[in-house]
Structure formats: C-alpha cells, structure tokens
C-alpha cells in the first residue's frame, strides 16, 4: 500500500521507579502521563495517542487536553506500542514495558511519555474508493472517513483542501470532471457530517499530477487517489 509518510514525531520515556512491598492504597495499574508538543514545544491539542498491547491486543486511547497533556492507566505485564493517529494514518512509534507484578508489588511513579509532532501538509486517503469511473464512494471507504471527519471536528483551526486526482485514462476534460466530481462528494460528505464550509474545500487535479508512471497498470492505480492537502 502506497503511503507518504511527511510529518514529523519524536518520542521520549522515562520509565516508573522500581516497585515496593503493595499496600491497599497504591496502584496495580501503571499511570503513564503522555505530552504532546509541536517542534516549537507549543502544547497540541486533540491529538489521539494509542496505546496497543502486545500480548493481549488491549486497546487503550487518548486524547490530549488543551494543555497537550494525556493521563493513560495500562495494566501491567505487557508491551505497549504508542501510536499518534493523525488525519488519515496512525504509525508505530515506540514501545512502552510495563512489567508484571508480584503480588506484594506496585508502581511507585508514573511513566513519561513525550511526543513532539508535526502535522504532514498532505495525506493519503489509501482506503478511500469510488466507484469505477464514478463519483460514488464504496462502503469500505466510510472507516477513514469517519477518522477525517472527527480530526477535523477535533481541529477546527485545521483547514484542508479534498484533492482528486485521476490515471491518464480517457480525455484530460473528463479526468479534470470525475476528479473534482470525487473531491465534491467527499467534501460533502464531511459538511453533513457538520464541518464547517469554511474549513474544507475540494479541487479536481484530474491527471496532472501523477506520482508513478502511467504507462503501467501499478502506475495508474497510484495515481489514482484522493488526498487530503493541510492548507
């Protein structure tokens, strides 16, 4: 799957002291404090931070106050992968261990977890797909669009240009119609859904800017494609 991976994420950890005999009152459960910052260290605001166990696929989210800041409790015994999920994708970016517990054991300090990102200025949107020669979205395309929708309803200072673009299959003016006809029905699409107007717009490239040779088959799947472009 073709993807452009443009932004920007660091991570740091600082790990938990080491555990003491337990007593009623502290915890079993480990406390990770997640900030996030831009490269500036600027606090951002309603980024979705994952955090995925490996040994048991236990799925463990959040979403950082207007402070940058996130508190995630994670049960121990396991390594959790941390992902940030921006506007269409969410990638791997370190692995926090939480160790397994005896039963006259807990966590005396939180783990840290610092992440700083950057928004990439485009997206792909790998999981969007039409209808051969059509402006009709498939089912399977709803999933990612619904991802979109609710990031930019998390950012409404975001805004972003739906760009369409085509293979260099058919004449240039029927590429330039499907591919700004594809842009509209997504933005419509998120403007139902209640954004904004104002915060998307839609532009159909047609076949102008192809990222792979359109003299093969591989080449002209690439080019098609729908992007999110951060204005």
Same mark, same amino acid.
């Given at each position: ?59 463990? +989210? ?6 940058? %800041? ?21 990638? %791997? ?93 997504? +933005? ?7 954004? %904004? ?26 080019? +098609? ?7």
């Amino acid at each position: 799957m073709f993807r452009v991976t443009l932004h920007l994420l660091f991570i740091s950890l600082t790990t938990a002291n080491a555990q003491q005999p337990v007593t009623d009152s502290f915890p079993r459960i480990a406390t990770v404090n997640v900030t996030v910052t831009n490269m500036q260290l600027k606090p951002q605001k309603g980024e979705e931070v994952i955090f995925k166990g490996e040994r048991t696929d236990t799925l463990i +989210r959040g979403f950082s106050n207007a402070a940058g %800041k996130i508190k995630i409790m994670l049960p121990p015994d396991d390594k959790y992968t941390v992902s940030l999920k921006a506007i269409s994708d969410s990638t %791997k970016y370190a692995v926090v261990s939480i160790p397994a517990l005896a039963e006259d054991e807990y966590f005396t300090d939180p783990y840290t977890v610092t992440i700083k990102f950057e928004l990439a200025r485009k997206y792909r949107l790998d999981n969007v797909h039409f209808d051969v020669d059509k402006a009709t979205l498939r089912p399977d395309s709803y999933e990612q669009l619904t991802d979109l929708f609710e990031y930019l309803q998390r950012h409404p200072e975001i805004k972003v240009e739906i760009a369409g673009h085509t293979d260099n299959t058919g004449t240039d003016a029927h590429n330039l119609k499907l591919s700004q006809d594809r842009a509209n029905t997504i +933005r419509n699409y998120l403007l139902k859904k209640g954004i %904004k107007p104002t915060q998307v717009t839609a532009k159909g490239y047609g076949a102008g800017d192809p990222v792979a040779d359109n003299g093969t088959e591989e080449g002209r799947q690439l080019n +098609r494609r729908t992007e999110v472009r951060v204005l």
